[in-house]
Structure formats: structure tokens, C-alpha cells
């Protein structure tokens, strides 16, 4: 079998630095190989603006055309919408926290593609359960058989440090943006006697002063090479994950695999098993997300055991749920549903 996973355009594959889809793309690749397919990623890079999204879609017939293969399987709405507009079939897997979080206009234009790329798929990927949920409420009928896939973490490259762990540090990653909500980690650990750690692009400074004074600790260290993020996974206490919306974080399947107990909101809930591997806070408020952090940070840095039996737990549901060979099996299930056969019925544009 041949599969063809498409890019965004945006981000190389593999990512040089920021990309969590690049990411997922390089390792599902990988996985697939090792599982006996030929997999190609088609992807063409401009200036790395999201925008470019648009010109990479519209020049993809032209590059599928040179290729042959047995699935299509897209990961972004634009290159998706463009695949329908051909009547490409495809399958398709959703990254975007758009079903959730539509503040601006382009939030809600996202939306309204995203539904389309499900809908005019052959077959559509839904990374969490409540995600699938969402897809069979909101996506019109006629809509495709939708299966229920998450990405996977390569456990070998993210494992716990435990003899350089102290109790005192935790850490957090992603892009230092206000979507993601450091300034309520920042607050959470204020005064607590643990230190936090931002791993991740810094696009606004103004953001990045208003985290470092609401905390006491905080360290915000920019974009890291892979080698060093892997230590800080490894060497760290905790993770902090206080994003307001999330689909399926790699982060926390990182963390996971390193054996940190995740402390979030109800971005997490899902992924992390409340009490087992982490602590999922339900607060509707900010204040009440805070509060709800600090408590835990408390509890586990005043804790040894606590921290190594719920690190040992967040590492053996990373190897059971997310391991890359199980991921790739199931992924390699929903190709061969769809391929080969007929042309897959479409829906007017």
C-alpha cells in the first residue's frame, strides 16, 4: 500500500523547530514504514506563513499528479477543502482546537472548514473521543465513517530521569502565546517553592514580561533543539498544561511517556486519568484553574512517593495507549477501508 500524507505547507517535514503537526507527520511516517507501507509526505514549503496554506493547496492537484498511490490522507482544512474541490478522496484527521475556540473571524472560517473537510472525506480520523462526539453533532449528513485515533509518542525518546528529578521544578511547553494561559501557571506556583520552565516560541514580548511577573520562578527559555527538550521531559517534576482548549496535546503525551504527572484543566481531561497520572481540574474560572494547580503542585512536591507512583502510571498509559506501532496499526485499518474501491460519493460544493 501506498500513502501519501500531505503537509500544511507552512512547517518542513521534519520541523527544524515549532510544527506539532510536522512532528506527528514525521513520527507517523516512521511508524507506517516500520508496519511494511510506503509512505511519501508531499509538502512544499514558502516563507513558513500560515497563510501559505492557500498557495501550497492550490498547486497540490498538479503534485498529486505525478504520483502514484493507493490513500490521500490530509491533516489541514485548507489542503482537505482543496482535495474535495478535485474529488480527490481522502482521509482525514483533524488537528484544530477551532471546533472549540472561535473568538475572531478567522476562527470561525477555520470552523466552517473543518466541517467540510469532514464531511466531503472518505474516511475521518477523530484524535479523542470527545472529539468524535463533537464531529457527529456539528458535521451534516451525509457525513463518513469516523474513527477514533490518536497520535503516539515514542516512549524511547521521552523517559523519566529519576535519579535527577528534586521535587521542585516544573515545566511547561508550548508557544508562550495568551491562548495557552501561562500567566495561570505562573500564579499557581507563585510562592509555592517550585520553579517553572517554558519551552517554546515567544512570538510576543509584551506576553512573555506579563508571565515572568505574575510568578516567582519562571523561566521562559524560547525554542529548544530536541535533544534539549527531551532533558527537560526527562530531569522535570511535573507538567503544567493550563491551555483553555486543547485537541490532543503532544506535550502531554510527552510527559506522559517521561513519567510526569500532568496538572491541567479540562483541556487534559481524557488523556489524563485524574488521580492516577496527573490532576484534571474542572474550574470554569481562571482563579478557580489556579487554585486548583497550586494545590496539586503543593501536594506532589511535598511528596516523593506520590510523584514516582503517578510518574510510573503516566508512563506505562503512554506505553499501553499511545505506543507508535499501535497507533499505525489502526491507522493502517482505516486505509484499507477505504482503498482500494470506488471513487468515494461526493458532496456538491
Request: aromatic share 8%; hydrophobic share 45%; net charge positive.
Amino acid at each position: 500500500m501506498r500513502i501519501l500524507l500531505i503537509g500544511g505547507g507552512v512547517h518542513p517535514i521534519p520541523p527544524t523547530g515549532y510544527g506539532a503537526i510536522e512532528r506527528i507527520l514525521t513520527d507517523l511516517q516512521g511508524a507506517l514504514t516500520a508496519a511494511g507501507a510506503e509512505v511519501v509526505i508531499i509538502n512544499r514549503v514558502r516563507h513558513r506563513r500560515m497563510r501559505d496554506e492557500y498557495p501550497f493547496a492550490f498547486e497540490l492537484p498538479k503534485l498529486l499528479a505525478r504520483e502514484s498511490y493507493d490513500v490521500l490522507h490530509a491533516h489541514t482544512p485548507v489542503v482537505a477543502n482543496r482535495l474535495a474541490g478535485r474529488r480527490l478522496p481522502y482521509v482525514y484527521t483533524s488537528h484544530s482546537r477551532h471546533w472549540y475556540y472561535r473568538e475572531r473571524l478567522s476562527h470561525r472560517w477555520g470552523y466552517f472548514l473543518e466541517r467540510r473537510a469532514v464531511r466531503k472525506a472518505r474516511a475521518a480520523i477523530a484524535l479523542t473521543e470527545p472529539l468524535r462526539t463533537t464531529f457527529e453533532r456539528v458535521v451534516p449528513l451525509p457525513r463518513p465513517p469516523i474513527t477514533v485515533i490518536p497520535f503516539g509518542v515514542d516512549a524511547e525518546r521521552f523517559r523519566p530521569a529519576w535519579d535527577r528529578r528534586t521535587g521542585r521544578t516544573a515545566l511547561g511547553v508550548g508557544v508562550v502565546a495568551p491562548f495557552k494561559r501561562w500567566e495561570v501557571a505562573a500564579r499557581a506556583l507563585r510562592g509555592t517553592g517550585v520553579s517553572l520552565r517554558i519551552a517554546g516560541p515567544i512570538p510576543s514580548a509584551a506576553y512573555a514580561d506579563q508571565v515572568r511577573a505574575d510568578g516567582d520562578g519562571v523561566t521562559l527559555l524560547g525554542e529548544v533543539s530536541n535533544a534539549e527538550l527531551e532533558r527537560l521531559f526527562a530531569e522535570s517534576d511535573l507538567l503544567v498544561h493550563p491551555s483553555a482548549v486543547e485537541i490532543l496535546s503532544v506535550t502531554v503525551l510527552e510527559a506522559l511517556a517521561a513519567g510526569l504527572p500532568v496538572l491541567g484543566g479540562t483541556s487534559v481531561d481524557g488523556v489524563v486519568d485524574d488521580g492516577r497520572t496527573g490532576f484534571v481540574d474542572r474550574s470554569s474560572t481562571a482563579e478557580g484553574l489556579a487554585a486548583g494547580i497550586r494545590e496539586r503542585a503543593v501536594r506532589l512536591a511535598q511528596d516523593d512517593a506520590l510523584r514516582r507512583t503517578m510518574g510510573e502510571a503516566a508512563r506505562a498509559v503512554a506505553l499501553d495507549r499511545y505506543s507508535w506501532p499501535k497507533v499505525a496499526a489502526q491507522h493502517l485499518a482505516v486505509y484499507r477501508s477505504v482503498a482500494p474501491g470506488p471513487p468515494a460519493a461526493t458532496v456538491p460544493i
